[in-house]
């Protein structure tokens, strides 16, 4: 009896130490990637590179959903960025980044493939990972950060929406999209 109990136990212990290794990939030549610097006021500032000598700031404005998923809060950082496109894309990434517990990441889950303004129409084109699937109040205020996040520019007349080069009726099935978004909708 105490064979078997004892066994039991090797075998669950050894179970154990196998499956906790699990879902952990490790990058073979290391860790690759970069942590993003962030300025001591908050501010984030993207991964430098050798091409990338002009960095231009700007303060931008960026909303996320309170704890209650009730109103947006507007927070204010600081970004730079080397291209015009590259202040909409990195704005807009923001939207899904929150190191306040009090300020919900109404985009966490959404990733920004590319961003294109031409005659103050911007193209944003994103993929939504299954996990970021909201209801139908999450959705409209998911919609209106974005909105309100993108609107600021004032070079931003309109905002095409895409999933996966797509355009779609809806993001998650709840409010309807319209194509292209107008500013003051």
Same mark, same amino acid.
């Not at 031409?118 to 919609?143: F, I, Q, Y």
């Given at each position: 009896? %105490?064979?078997?109990?004892?066994?039991?136990?090797?075998? +669950?212990?050894?179970?154990?130490? /196998?499956?906790?290794?699990?879902?952990?990939?490790? =990058?073979?030549?290391? $860790?690759?990637?970069?942590?993003?610097?962030?300025?001591?006021?908050?501010?984030?500032?993207?991964?430098?590179?050798?091409?990338?000598? %002009?960095?231009?700031?700007?303060?931008?404005? &960026?909303?996320?959903? $309170?704890?209650?998923?009730?109103?947006?809060?507007?927070?204010?950082?600081?970004?730079?960025?080397?291209?015009?496109?590259?202040?909409?894309?990195?704005?807009?990434?923001?939207?899904?980044?929150? =190191?306040?517990?009090?300020?919900?990441?109404?985009?966490?889950?959404?990733?920004?493939?590319?961003?294109?303004?031409? $005659?103050?129409? /911007?193209?944003?084109?994103?993929?939504?990972? @299954?996990?970021?699937?909201?209801?139908?109040? *999450?959705?409209?205020?998911?919609?209106?950060? /974005?909105?309100?996040? &993108?609107?600021?520019?004032?070079?931003?007349? +309109?905002?095409? /929406?895409?999933? $996966?080069?797509?355009?779609?009726?809806?993001?998650?099935? %709840? &409010?309807?999209? @319209?194509?292209?978004?107008?500013? *003051?909708?």
């Amino acid at each position: 009896m %105490h064979y078997r109990l004892l066994n039991a136990a090797v075998l +669950s212990v050894a179970m154990l130490a /196998l499956l906790s290794a699990c879902g952990q990939v490790k =990058d073979p030549a290391g $860790d690759s990637s970069t942590p993003e610097p962030t300025q001591m006021n908050g501010s984030r500032t993207p991964p430098a590179s050798a091409a990338a000598q %002009h960095h231009r700031q700007m303060n931008v404005k &960026v909303y996320y959903g $309170d704890v209650d998923a009730e109103r947006l809060i507007e927070h204010e950082t600081t970004i730079s960025y080397q291209e015009d496109t590259d202040k909409y894309a990195y704005a807009i990434k923001l939207l899904g980044e929150s =190191d306040d517990s009090e300020r919900v990441a109404l985009f966490k889950g959404f990733t920004v493939k590319s961003a294109q303004f031409k $005659d103050g129409l /911007l193209t944003v084109d994103m993929s939504m990972a @299954p996990e970021a699937r909201v209801g139908s109040g *999450g959705e409209a205020l998911l919609l209106d950060a /974005l909105k309100k996040t &993108v609107f600021q520019f004032s070079e931003v007349q +309109s905002l095409e /929406l895409l999933m $996966d080069g797509q355009a779609v009726e809806s993001l998650m099935g %709840h &409010v309807e999209l @319209p194509h292209p978004i107008q500013r *003051g909708t």
